[in-house]
């Protein structure tokens, strides 16, 4: 699968005598059998490398959010020095989503028990209804809508009771 993705002899090599190997590879096979993209695949796999060598899964052990939260910070920030990215977010994001996607597919996530309901989760059922019955969006658009509404709501946390509550302010700290 390596061969497949990378063109140069020393990237295969290194992406076959990193960490977790095997498990990386496992996990591209499982992207491309749901038919994930060439370049979906290139990306996943350098940033499953980069997960392998940031997190310890040896022996199988579950990791917590907390510890992916903190590995991403970091290499977000390495991202950012070397002037790889311009900010911090979308490597922090990135490195965040495939960790916890690959995780979940090894069966490693430490996720914590369900708890309460999401934040104003009847309020973004109702936004989501709207969307469906007014505008007639797909659904596609309308699980990215629903992603980006909660991600944004789990942001803000607790302490904004109410949607009146949330400013302008709130919204810029998000997307910066």
């Known amino acids: 699968m390596f061969e497949d993705l990378f063109a140069y002899p020393k990237v295969v090599a ?18 491309a059998d749901q038919g994930a993209a060439r370049e979906t695949l290139l990306r996943t796999a350098r940033e499953l490398l980069v997960i392998a060598e940031r997190l310890d899964l040896s022996g199988g052990r579950c990791v917590r959010q907390a510890e992916i939260d903190a590995a991403a910070q970091s290499w977000a920030r390495y991202q950012h020095a070397r002037n790889r990215a311009w900010g911090e977010k979308w490597s922090r994001r990135l490195f965040h989503d495939v960790a ?25 059922d109702d ?21 980006q509404v909660e991600t944004f709501l789990e942001h803000l946390g607790v302490e904004k009771s109410s949607i009146a509550d949330i400013t302008v302010a709130d919204v810029d700290a998000f997307l910066n």
Do not use: M
């Not at 005598?17 to 996990?27: D, M, T």
């Not at 996720?111 to 009847?122: D, L």
């Not at 936004?127 to 992603?147: P, V």
């Open 127 to 147: 936004f989501i209804a709207y969307q469906h019955d007014e505008r007639g969006l797909s659904a596609s658009t309308l699980a990215n809508q629903r992603w």
């Open 14 to 31: 290194r992406h076959h005598n990193g960490p977790e190997a095997s498990k990386r590879l496992r996990y591209l096979k499982h992207l």
């Open 100 to 124: 916890a996607a690959w995780l979940c597919f090894l069966g490693q996530l430490d996720e914590p028990a369900p708890n309460e309901p999401k934040v104003h989760c009847e309020k973004v």
